[in-house]
């Protein structure tokens, strides 16, 4: 499969029903966002609960979505405080031949931006396939800095950067100074992003009406600014909110209040308020219209 890194991809979530992982309804939720245009799905990363996953459960959901949608290119989530098992992940992953892996820096440990470089050095090694470094500091605790992105991107096989740094100025220092494929991670900074050139997006928000993101991609592409902007704006209150407690919670509530799945999470993470499902719902129907 020819992959090109760039266009709106999915963090798609994992649906679970009574504890095991729903592949009817993973199956089901694909296609409907392939039918949307999005460009690819990543599997087990944040929005995947991909902490959570039990072992061989990553395995089983890539096994469901390379059937369901075959025409997608998938990235898997790779996430350790330690280098080893994050490399054994990824060389047991790799065997599945994903398009590629998008991983973070070790969480929790906070090493050194020697150690973060080291870290993705050796797992690269390990899973010789295409990777995309996945800057995620409020999540991690550790912010992958531009020079050591910059060091790491000589080798040809990290092709991209997922960015959840927060900062318009990191965008355009990565879009800028490294030959890396730039996804907005940030769902809020997703229009910017993409007004500074950026490659696309990974985004939770864009399991819901991706049509529209995939929209306001194709238009700051084509320069048409006045209608991207719109659709930001469209979004704006939805994306927000869908933030406003700990992702993916919101997300999955109004996706179940659709049908999509079940309202359910792996602890630690708990149901999204009433109030703010309420809202939620609000937003999505003040969407625009299909044309
Ligand atoms: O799972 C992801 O990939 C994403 N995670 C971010 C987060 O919640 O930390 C948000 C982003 O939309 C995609």
């Known amino acids: 499969m020819e992959t090109n890194y760039e266009g709106i991809w999915v963090p798609i979530i994992t649906p679970f029903s009574n504890g095991q992982v729903d592949h009817p309804a993973l199956a089901k939720l694909a296609s409907h966002l392939a039918a949307g245009g999005v460009a690819g799905l990543v599997v087990g990363a944040t929005t995947g609960e991909g902490a959570l996953l039990l072992p061989g459960e990553q395995e089983a959901i890539f096994a469901t979505l390379r059937q369901a949608v075959p025409q997608l290119p998938l990235l898997l989530g790779v ?17 599945l031949a994903p398009e590629g892996f998008l991983v973070t820096p070790p969480v929790y440990v906070r090493p050194s931006q020697e150690g973060v470089r080291r870290h993705f050095e050796v797992i690269v090694e390990a899973a010789d396939r295409p990777l995309l470094i996945y800057n995620i500091p409020y999540r991690c605790g550790v912010t992958v800095e531009v020079e050591t992105i910059a060091a790491l991107a000589r080798d040809p ?38 007004c500074l050139g950026g490659h696309g997006t990974i985004a939770a928000s864009a399991h819901l009406r991706p049509e529209l993101h995939v929209r306001m991609f194709e238009c700051c592409r084509q320069g048409r600014l006045a209608e991207a902007r719109d659709l930001a704006a469209a979004l704006r209150a939805l994306v927000h909110d869908l933030f406003a407690e ?15 799945c079940a309202n359910e999470l792996r602890l630690p993470f708990v149901p999204a308020s009433a109030d703010l499902a309420e809202r939620l719902l609000q937003h999505w129907a003040q969407l625009p219209q299909d044309d």
């Open 246 to 260: 700990p992702n993916p919670a919101p997300l999955k509530s109004i996706l179940a209040s659709q049908g999509w």
């Open 79 to 95: 996430s350790h405080a330690s280098t080893q098992l994050a490399a054994e992940q990824a060389r047991r992953l790799s065997a």
């Open 157 to 194: 096989r990290i092709v991209g950067i997922k960015e959840c740094g927060g900062s318009i100025e990191r965008l355009a220092r990565l879009i800028q100074e490294t030959p890396l494929r730039v996804f907005s991670g940030e769902d809020h900074l997703n229009f910017p992003a993409l």
